[in-house]
């Protein structure tokens, strides 16, 4: 039972390139969660999918898209990578109101 | 807007020591209140859960209370050990089932 997994763990990309950030969740939750983390402040929601076949925007969506391949795979995409993109990126699954279970994140560096 | 906010941002005490975290948030609509623990450069961990209708959690020596009223939530610490130096964050869900998170106390403990 590996609970959530994201890859890659670490990526470095310059200005401009893409990216697929994957993620995976063995627990038969509904809703996924894409976060990121910046120092010194809360997690910020960029995307959600309450269930397979939705996905909804949350509090930070530019420059983001994602897709809700299957009910295990929520993945998150940089179209056009931007420094202000460089975080910690974790993505999340639960039962809706219930805990959430996060990944171990993915650091990602634009430069 | 909701707000979570955590006080303090960071905190050290000695070993053996009882604790008490604090979260406050702005909007009482909420669906329930989380705290998790994280470990550097590691994911989050979720250690309780609160439902909007209950006014306490316990895991361990651990326990988490909720007063919806006021927009507090405290977590205690009964006799803290090195193993508990992690950075704890709490978030709310809100009414849209979204999490809502503070920016965490970083606490550490020293032997």
């Known amino acids: 039972n590996a609970g959530v997994t994201q890859t890659p763990k670490f990526q470095v990309l310059k200005t401009g390139q893409s990216m697929t950030l994957q993620c995976a969740q063995d627990?038969?939750?509904?809703?996924m969660y894409w976060y990121r983390q910046d120092p010194g402040m809360g997690l910020r929601l960029i995307y959600y999918s309450a269930s397979e076949g939705t996905t909804d925007k949350g509090e930070v969506p530019n420059g983001y898209n994602v897709s809700r391949l299957n009910k295990r795979e929520f993945s998150l995409r940089l179209e056009s990578a931007a420094p202000s993109q460089t975080s910690v990126y974790f993505c999340?699954?639960?039962?809706?109101?219930?805990?959430?279970?996060f990944g171990p994140g993915t650091r990602l560096t634009v430069t | 807007k909701q707000e979570v906010t955590q006080i303090p941002a960071a905190l050290s005490v000695p070993e053996g020591e009882n604790l008490v975290l604090n979260c406050s948030f702005t909007d009482s609509a909420i669906y329930n209140l989380q705290w998790f623990r994280q470990d550097p450069g590691k994911g989050l961990t979720s250690l309780l859960l609160?439902?909007?209708s209950q006014r306490e959690q316990t895991s361990g020596r651990l326990n988490a209370s909720l007063d919806k009223s006021s927009g507090r939530s405290t977590l205690y610490i009964a006799a803290s050990q090195p193993g508990d130096s992690a950075t704890y964050l709490c978030?709310?869900?809100?009414?849209?089932?979204?999490?809502?998170w503070g920016a965490g106390t970083k606490l550490i403990i020293k032997p």
């Open positions: 999340a699954s639960s039962e809706m109101a219930a805990e959430q279970y």
């Open positions: 627990m038969n939750h509904n809703s």
């Open positions: 978030a709310v869900e809100d009414s849209n089932y979204q999490l809502i």
């Open positions: 609160i439902q909007s």
